[in-house]
């Protein structure tokens, strides 16, 4: 459910839009950051980082085509690029084989087109569109090698 304010009420009001958006996804995206930092006093600590940047992305998260819980997840993965160590072995920038991390097992299990692919979206991200042109490829090869690498770990999860 996405929130009911106009774009003339948030430019007038943004931080009721704010607590608003805390309200409707706090507890969501707490327990997606929990997930990955397995530390509740951390991951409440981030989500804090992410609700004060909130107001500088208003004119993001107003526009209707975009999902405020998603893009919110976006906002929070890029506070928690630091926390992760495979963010290093993921190598968009020079295109060499990224090291099995032992925290992130699912990476290591991926091909290095999959690696650089879904390093360069989840965990930097990238849009398909500027990925496809930094590796030359078309974005409908950057959304199949995407799909792959879901169905490893969806397929490794089992």
């Known amino acids: 459910m996405e929130t009911q304010l106009q774009t003339s009420d948030i430019i007038q009001n943004p931080g009721r839009y704010v607590q608003e958006l805390y309200n409707q996804y706090a507890a969501k995206l707490l327990g997606h950051i929990f997930e990955v930092v397995k530390n509740m006093n951390i991951a409440e600590q981030y989500l804090i980082a992410v609700f004060k940047d909130v107001p500088n992305e208003l004119n993001e998260l107003s526009k209707s085509e975009v ?3 998603c893009y919110l997840q ?3 993965r890029k506070k928690l690029t630091n926390f992760f160590e ?3 072995d993921c190598a968009v920038a ?3 084989p990224a090291t099995a991390n032992p925290n992130n097992k699912y990476v290591g299990m ?3 087109e999959q690696q650089l692919v879904f390093c360069g979206v989840y965990w930097h991200g990238k ?3 500027k990925l496809a042109a930094e590796l030359d490829k078309t974005e409908e090869t950057i959304k199949r090698v995407l799909k792959e690498c879901f169905t490893t770990i969806r397929n490794s999860s089992r």
């Open 67 to 69: 999902n405020s819980f």
């Open 74 to 76: 976006a906002m929070a």
């Open 86 to 88: 495979s963010v290093n």
């Open 94 to 96: 020079d295109q060499v």
């Open 110 to 112: 991926m091909t290095l």
């Open 127 to 129: 849009t398909i569109t």
